[in-house]
């Protein structure tokens, strides 16, 4: 295998795909194998987002030589706030980071956000974390890049990838300042308009965006009591309107924009006026903007997670409206079952087939996330139909059933990886139980798996270098033992030794004799 790229757009592309993604490009000419720079580092990440900064801690906890690039050289001047949805805040308290980051986070009950149905949150969700953490962007996006720091991961900003060419030994990718450094593999975490997923050539497919919306901070200049009138006023009819209060006398305004822009081109502030009027009356005395932009809901998923040595991961591999809030829990959740298996590789103990259930596994996530997120701008919508339907809808999820079908497929435990024939909790992730240690969870800090053994009889053995064990007969589980992978999903139930090895086996590669 031997193959190179570089960022020249090619004339003849015909991927289905949003317009302002970019061009796939056409490979380029080989750098001399003699003049190949040195293994540098074990992976290289392009992009330090949540989804980039999560991977090459995940990374380190193995001792994987990492070196994250980010081409922006300072963070966002702007606070956006984002969710941390259940699988998310569960899997930070798997990695120790949840006390940290509930600091910085208002928590709030995890209903009423499915299409922004107000309905209260389902009762005894299967979580010990059954709750939605607000939090800003910035602050999340460097509580992450500190835990891959702490844990020896270098980052370089300032720092873009302008091409890359990829053999059967490992990858070399090229600086925008020309430099030249090599890994083994490269990922791309550099979001929806990912450099790398463009330069390897992956189709994007799916539609590219038909509405639009903006988003911004600023402060009004009216009463609270009329702003409450007015959106009271609009709230059956304009779904995609409403101003929020940020506190300090800022608001959050989200608006129908009028069209589909250049989403190169942010939006100005008489953008925000003029739309408001249209659907308001007035602009509500909007001045004084904190920060301002447009998101589109274009609706996009890269055909292959990987080629060769060279794999995708967040929004570099699928993009779709923020609806519900999924977008930056799905690519960080990518990260978590991504890492240990390219450890694992990296390592030499990965069994032959390990990497490629990355994409086996989360290829249908994302195809699951972007049909329930088309789903909900349908319901957003202001036409006829969609309002019936929803209607409809709004009446079903007064039944609990329905309720909590949907926030649990969009906080993300209703998942279950296909892992063959067996009892339901097979594949899915198991809940932060009691044990006789404390939390089930703290037990997974260091990225390892684990054998939850309540008969005592069962044990690790020689996979114990990569697998932990915990005997604890009144461990709050239903069943006799489980292994989990270090994503803490459950991999095997039983209680028979021999059938256990094969499962480690077929997990963690060939034993240690």
């Not at 998923?301 to 591999?317: K, N, P, S």
């Amino acid at each position: 295998m031997h193959s190179q790229f570089t960022a020249e757009p090619s004339s003849n592309d015909t991927v289905d795909r949003d317009p302002t993604v970019g061009d796939v490009p056409e490979p380029w000419s080989p750098a001399s194998g003699a003049n190949r720079a040195p293994l540098m580092f074990d992976v290289i990440i392009a992009g330090c987002g949540p989804t980039g900064a999560m991977l090459a801690a995940e990374l380190r906890l193995h001792d994987v030589r990492v070196l994250v690039l980010e081409k922006e050289t300072e963070p966002a001047s702007f606070v956006r706030i984002v969710a941390l949805h259940i699988r998310s805040l569960e899997l930070m308290a798997m990695r120790g980071l949840l006390d940290r980051i509930l600091q910085h986070g208002r928590q709030r009950p995890a209903g009423g956000f499915f299409a922004a149905i107000t309905k209260p949150a389902p009762k005894d969700l299967d979580s010990a974390h059954a709750y939605l953490l607000g939090i800003p962007q910035p602050v999340i996006n460097h509580l992450l890049e500190e835990h891959a720091t702490d844990l020896g991961a270098q980052i370089r900003h300032g720092c873009a990838v302008a091409g890359f060419e990829q053999d059967d030994e490992g990858v070399t990718v090229e600086l925008a300042n020309g430099e030249q450094v090599r890994s083994r593999y490269l990922i791309g975490c550099d979001g929806g308009r990912s450099t790398v997923r463009k330069l390897l050539g992956v189709g994007f497919l799916g539609e590219p965006s038909r509405t639009e919306t903006l988003m911004g901070e600023m402060e009004v200049g009216v009463p609270r009591d009329e702003i409450a009138a007015r959106m009271a006023e609009n709230h059956e009819t304009h779904k995609r309107f409403w101003l929020r209060p940020f506190g300090e006398g800022v608001y959050s305004v989200v608006v129908p924009a009028a069209g589909v822009g250049d989403r190169a081109e942010p939006p100005n502030l008489e953008d925000f006026k003029q739309q408001l009027r249209a659907i308001a009356g007035t602009d509500f005395g909007v001045h004084s903007p904190r920060w301002l932009s447009r998101f589109g809901d274009a609706t996009l998923l890269a055909e292959r997670y990987r080629v060769g040595r060279v794999l995708l991961a967040g929004d570099a591999a699928h993009i779709h409206p923020p609806t519900g809030g999924q977008g930056l829990n799905l690519g960080v959740q990518d990260a978590f079952n991504l890492g240990w298996k390219l450890a694992a590789q990296i390592r030499g103990w990965a069994p032959e087939t390990l990497l490629d259930t990355y994409h086996a596994e989360r290829h249908p996530v994302a195809e699951n996330v972007l049909d329930n997120t088309r789903a909900q701008m349908e319901l957003l919508s202001t036409e006829p139909g969609p309002q019936a339907v929803r209607r409809l809808l709004t009446e079903l999820m007064d039944f609990d059933e329905v309720n909590r079908r949907l926030i649990e497929k969009i906080t993300a435990i209703d998942i279950r990886y296909d892992f063959g024939e067996g009892p339901d909790l097979l594949g899915r992730r198991l809940r932060d139980i009691d044990v006789q240690q404390g939390h089930l969870y703290g037990l997974l800090h260091r990225g390892r798996g684990l054998l939850l053994d309540r008969t005592e009889r069962l044990t690790a053995g020689d996979w114990s270098d990569r697998v932990d064990c915990l005997a604890d007969p009144n461990a709050l589980l239903d069943l006799p033992s489980v292994l989990l992978r270090p994503d803490g999903h459950v991999a095997w139930i039983g209680d028979d030794q021999h059938d256990l090895d094969d499962h480690l086996s077929r997990w963690f590669g060939k034993a240690v004799s």
